[in-house]
């Protein structure tokens, strides 16, 4: 979808060009370069979002610190993750299930309860 969208913004971009010569039709040319390059942005939040990090790669923790660090900068929420070690999950689905339930927290604790702090604790036992 990324490149189809990139294709379109250079044609946008293309025929805004050729148009200069009218401004109303180049205005309009404009603003669908514009949104195109919207729209690209937001698919490109959206693919982040769908498949926001490798928990394979740097385990749930590491995961969901950057989950912490995004909901900060993103969301302008006060978010912390406490974890006395690193937590290892032997199924990558059963680490991303646990990821998307945080996730899932933290949108319902900001929509639903307009929480201005956030605390998530990650713990296992030997099971």
């Known amino acids: 979808m990324g490149q189809i969208l990139t294709g379109i913004a250079v044609k946008s971009k293309g025929l805004e060009i050729k148009l200069n010569k009218t401004l109303e039709e180049s205005t309009d ?16 939040r959206l693919a982040k979002i769908l498949q926001p990090v490798d928990l394979e790669a740097g385990g749930i923790n590491s995961a969901l610190q950057t989950l912490v660090s995004n909901t900060e900068k993103l969301l302008g929420c006060s978010c912390q993750l406490k974890s006395e070690e690193p937590v290892a999950f032997n199924d990558p689905v059963q680490a991303k299930q ?30």
């Open 29 to 44: 040319a404009s603003e669908i370069c514009k949104l195109t390059n919207e729209a690209i942005a937001q698919t490109r």
């Open 98 to 127: 646990v990821y998307r339930i945080a996730q899932e927290a933290i949108t319902n604790a900001i929509k639903h309860g307009k929480a201005r702090k956030i605390s998530i604790e990650l713990t296992s036992d030997k099971d």
